[in-house]
């Protein structure tokens, strides 16, 4: 394996690349982060946000791990929500000109969506009528009125919530795992790590790690 440290936006995404990673190259990495001014150094590191670039404080923590890095061999890997690709896709130009760093925009690198729109592509097949259900439930809300207007439509974030509560017991211990930080993208009866949606994301990280036999 090539040496690298993952930079992602949230607790989120470094649970679910922990899990892919291990799967995949059958490499457990740590996580780090930086919280009120104090880094905690690890393979996954979670800057808390897009806007880091931007974030004085944060850039100087940080800053110095993408240089050190650099002189080490240390590859730094930036896996962000693309959210409108076109747009962070001429982010991360400028930022490559200023850091040492690659980068890949969730969901494929090449289309707009964030880890919520890849995961709602990963989910196993034989629970997609939960989906469904929920396509009708968001339908349902955007025909029905009230007097104050409109209803909400739930964030993807939601859905993905009510997909693993679905599939969960309703114990205190089962519904834990319905928590971001708690998931386990390993479990095949919820995930598809080898689903076509992946493609892409499994030739760039392919680049650093070794291929499993």
Same mark, same amino acid.
């Given at each position: 394996?090539?040496?690298?440290?993952?930079?992602? =936006?949230?607790?989120?995404?470094?649970?679910?690349? $922990?899990?892919?990673?291990?799967?995949? &190259?059958?490499? /457990?990495?740590?996580?780090?982060?930086?919280?009120?001014?104090?880094? *905690?150094?690890?393979?996954? %590191?979670?800057?808390?946000?897009?806007?880091?670039?931007?974030?004085?404080?944060?850039?100087?923590?940080?800053?110095?791990?993408?240089?050190? @890095?650099?002189?080490?061999?240390?590859?730094?890997?930036?896996?962000?929500?693309?959210?409108?690709?076109?747009?962070?896709?001429?982010? %991360?130009?400028?930022?490559?000109? $200023?850091?040492?760093?690659?980068?890949?925009?969730?969901?494929?690198?090449?289309?707009?969506?964030?880890? =919520?729109? !890849?995961?709602?592509?990963?989910? @196993? $097949?034989?629970?997609?009528?939960?989906?469904?259900?929920?396509?009708?439930?968001?339908?349902?809300?955007?025909?029905?009125?009230?007097? =104050?207007?409109?209803? *909400? *439509?739930?964030?993807?974030?939601?859905?993905? &919530?009510?997909?693993?509560?679905? !599939?969960?017991? =309703?114990?205190?211990?089962? /519904?834990?795992?319905?928590?971001? *930080?708690?998931?386990?993208? $390993?479990?095949? @009866?919820?995930?598809?790590? @080898?689903?076509?949606?992946?493609?892409?994301?499994?030739?760039? !990280?392919?680049? &650093?790690?070794? /291929?499993?036999?």
């Amino acid at each position: 394996m090539e040496k690298i440290q993952i930079f992602v =936006e949230g607790v989120a995404d470094q649970k679910f690349f $922990q899990d892919l990673i291990i799967a995949w &190259y059958n490499t /457990k990495l740590t996580f780090g982060d930086v919280r009120k001014g104090v880094l *905690t150094n690890g393979d996954i %590191f979670n800057v808390e946000g897009k806007g880091v670039f931007e974030d004085e404080i944060k850039m100087r923590l940080i800053d110095p791990i993408l240089k050190f @890095n650099d002189i080490k061999g240390v590859k730094n890997l930036f896996i962000f929500d693309a959210d409108t690709f076109e747009i962070e896709s001429k982010n %991360f130009k400028k930022y490559k000109s $200023q850091f040492p760093i690659e980068h890949f925009l969730l969901p494929d690198n090449q289309s707009d969506g964030d880890l =919520e729109t !890849l995961l709602e592509r990963i989910i @196993n $097949q034989d629970n997609e009528a939960i989906f469904e259900c929920w396509d009708s439930y968001e339908n349902c809300l955007k025909t029905s009125k009230r007097k =104050e207007g409109e209803f *909400t *439509t739930p964030a993807r974030k939601t859905k993905i &919530y009510a997909y693993l509560e679905a !599939l969960l017991g =309703e114990s205190k211990k089962q /519904k834990t795992k319905i928590k971001e *930080t708690e998931r386990d993208y $390993q479990n095949q @009866n919820h995930w598809d790590l @080898n689903a076509p949606a992946l493609v892409n994301l499994k030739q760039f !990280l392919d680049q &650093y790690f070794q /291929k499993l036999p």
